[in-house]
């Protein structure tokens, strides 16, 4: 069998395969509320009837601020996790395992209300000036990673990204083209980590499953964070007891930046390589072969697909297809896919 189809094993979850549905907002919540919407059951459970392995759902905003729009989904309330527990039965019932993204958007949400930043700097002349973390801000939100992470538990996920890429909050907190802070949360790269750092104690003292946390692995800038800067964070994340690291990249600051098929894939695996840590791959993985010369070649541990499941959500299977592998159907398909 495939390296692709294997199943993988993180602190006693086991995921069937190493096929990840990465986390793409959908900007569906119909009433702002941040509730789950019909919409979110198709979408999800539908990628789970095409047996990907783990269903990783959206950005979802630990505080209402925290929204990149105001139709993202949200944990920042009780009133979050009827639906999301519904959810999660539903992508469970056909075999996936499923996983949530923390998020808080910082100086990239686009709301009518105040937003909030490590530092008061726009991200273009297109976004709102941001007003400048207090202590006690960094307090409040550190606790509503807690406060989301007991909830994730209550709804019945799996496992729980940390969403640290991108250019949302926490990145800003990691990069020095965005922390111009001169307290403990700024300067030097250990007090530019100490907001991630706490954020993640905060998680693990209400959860005990996997955690990943999503990087940018680079920033397209010669004043961010330089590689080393990336490997001395994925270190301290090992050490804090991350799972895995979701290589991703950019969103920091405006720029322009080259794709090609793989093309984030070299810091990936450099980040396994030199740190010792399991991986995920993104970033215009498109083909069963691509992904399984990403595993045979131990470049990573997971491939996270975003846009080809939005094409085909019966991926894993065209895939399958392609590496000459028998996919189990669901007894509902099992018709078609002999």
């Not at 801000?137 to 807690?146: A, G, L, P, Q, V």
């Not at 595993?295 to 499941?309: P, T, Y």
Request: aromatic share 8%; net charge negative.
């Amino acid at each position: 069998m495939s390296k692709l189809f294997t199943p993988t094993d993180f602190k006693g979850i086991t995921l069937k395969n190493r096929i990840v549905m990465s986390p793409m907002c959908m900007y569906s919540c119909e009433r702002e509320d941040g509730k789950v919407t019909p919409f979110h059951f198709t979408h999800y459970a539908s990628r789970a009837v095409g047996q990907t392995g783990l269903v990783m759902v959206e950005a979802t905003a630990v505080q209402p601020e925290g929204r990149i729009s105001a139709n993202d989904l949200g944990i920042w309330d009780e009133g979050h996790t009827a639906g999301l527990k519904q959810l999660n039965d539903e992508i469970h019932a056909y075999g996936a395992k499923t996983a949530i993204q923390l998020a808080h958007a910082g100086r990239k949400a686009q709301l009518e209300s105040d937003i909030y930043a490590p530092s008061s700097v726009r991200f273009n002349q297109d976004f709102k000036e941001p007003l400048e973390m207090t202590i006690n801000d960094i307090r409040e939100t550190i606790d509503s990673f807690k406060n989301a992470a007991r909830r994730a538990k209550e709804a019945g996920f799996d496992i729980i990204e940390i969403h640290g890429a991108h250019g949302y909050l926490i990145n800003q907190f990691l990069s020095p083209l965005t922390n111009l802070r001169q307290d403990d949360f700024g300067g030097s790269r250990k007090n530019r980590y100490r907001f991630l750092e706490e954020i993640i104690a905060s998680v693990k003292a209400e959860w005990d499953g996997p955690i990943f946390v999503r990087i940018s692995s680079n920033e397209y800038d010669e004043k961010g964070n330089s590689m080393d800067d990336i490997l001395y964070f994925t270190e301290r994340m090992k050490e804090d007891g991350v799972d895995l690291v979701d290589c991703s990249s950019g969103g920091v600051i405006p720029a322009s930046i080259p794709t090609y098929p793989g093309y984030q894939l070299n810091r990936c695996e450099r980040i396994k390589k030199e740190t010792d840590i399991a991986t995920g791959a993104v970033g215009l993985i498109t083909t069963g072969i691509q992904a399984e010369e990403i595993l045979q070649n131990d470049r990573a541990d997971l491939v996270f697909i975003g846009r080809s499941l939005l094409r085909n959500p019966y991926w894993p299977k065209a895939a399958a297809d392609e590496l000459g592998t028998t996919l189990d159907a669901p007894v509902q398909y099992k018709r078609g896919w002999k």
